[in-house]
Nanobody, 119 residues
Framework: QAQFVESGGGLVQFGGSLRLSCKVSGDIFSRYAMAWYRQAPGKQRELIAGITVRGNTNIDSSVRGRFTISRDNAENTVYLQMNSLKPEDTAVYYC?????????????WGQGTQVTVSS
């Protein structure tokens, strides 16, 4: 069973920055590309950034240029650096495996970390 522990969220003003961290169980982290997702109130969870095992990244257009994803393979941790935050970035942020793997069970999620951006 995969385990994800997200942290680093909080309340920040418009234009501020936060760095999110996600500790991942080792067998998952070394085998799969990782991603950050977010879910705003009343909306579906959405994928916003992904990173392969080798470190190649893909950032959704909604956050490109403001958010950066990275991973520390020695620490089994994936990060999301968020700059120039906007109120529309307010959401619960989760990490998990990138979509599309047939051999992975996507039913397990962490508790997420709340990010609130005030205007």
């Amino acid at each position: 069973q995969a385990q994800f522990v997200e942290s680093g969220g909080g309340l920040v003003q418009f234009g501020g920055s936060l760095r999110l961290s996600c500790k991942v169980s080792g067998d998952i982290f070394s085998r799969y590309a990782m991603a950050w997702y977010r879910q705003a109130p009343g909306k579906q969870r959405e994928l916003i950034a992904g990173i392969t095992v080798r470190g190649n990244t893909n950032i959704d257009s909604s956050v490109r240029g403001r958010f950066t994803i990275s991973r520390d393979n020695a620490e089994n941790t994936v990060y999301l650096q968020m700059n120039s935050l906007k109120p529309e970035d307010t959401a619960v942020y989760y990490c998990n495996v990138v979509p599309g793997y047939n051999d992975y069970d996507y039913n397990y999620w962490g508790q997420g970390t709340q990010v609130t951006v005030s205007s």
